[in-house]
């Protein structure tokens, strides 16, 4: 009888402990589902490896939680190479970026560090304004002439104009 009685302490004990074990290692594999890091994140959104691993010289890991919260965007890369990128401007260089697609890198840069992302970004004031006579370098690129602007037909732009 007491043999029974240890042999089934013994097989009861196996048996909790199995299902203790089992239970560990359902918890752990959906807590490693649920927290995988940035750069496994970054990789599903679309980023390539070579892309994570320049992104990560560049950008801390708050920084990376940041990008995997936004789309895929092949400039990002490109950004935060610039030579005058700061790293707690990145929402809102990644905000420009999205609502601005085609938006030149180091034209982002200036415009968020110099406060003036709320200006209206024209990246190709040419197609505003067709006039041979007319000098495209006295127009400021980052405001947009659109509907503002009309060219009069007998202007002239004298280049060579100095004040006495």
């Not at 995997?68 to 990128?85: A, C, G, I, S």
């Not at 970026?97 to 406060?115: E, Q, R, V």
């Not at 709320?118 to 659109?146: C, G, K, V, W």
């Amino acid at each position: 009888m007491k043999k029974r009685k240890l042999k089934k302490n013994i097989i009861s004990k196996i048996v909790i402990g199995v299902t203790i074990l089992f239970t560990a290692w359902i918890i752990i594999g959906i807590y490693m589902v649920s927290h995988k890091s940035p750069e496994t994140k970054l990789q599903e959104i679309g980023y390539s490896k070579e892309e994570v691993i320049e992104l990560k010289k560049y950008l801390g890991k708050n920084s990376l939680i940041i990008l995997t919260e936004h789309q895929y965007n092949n400039k990002v890369v490109t950004l935060v190479k610039e030579k005058d990128f700061q790293e707690k401007n990145l929402k809102q260089y990644l905000t420009f970026l999205n609502k601005y697609k085609t938006a030149k890198t180091s034209d982002i840069i200036f415009l968020i560090n110099n406060n003036k992302s709320d200006l209206a970004y024209s990246p190709d004031i040419s197609n505003i304004i067709n006039h041979e006579e007319f000098n495209l370098e006295l127009l400021d690129r980052y405001l947009s002439y659109y509907g503002k602007y009309e060219l009069e037909a007998n202007l002239i732009v004298n280049m060579n104009w100095k004040p006495i």
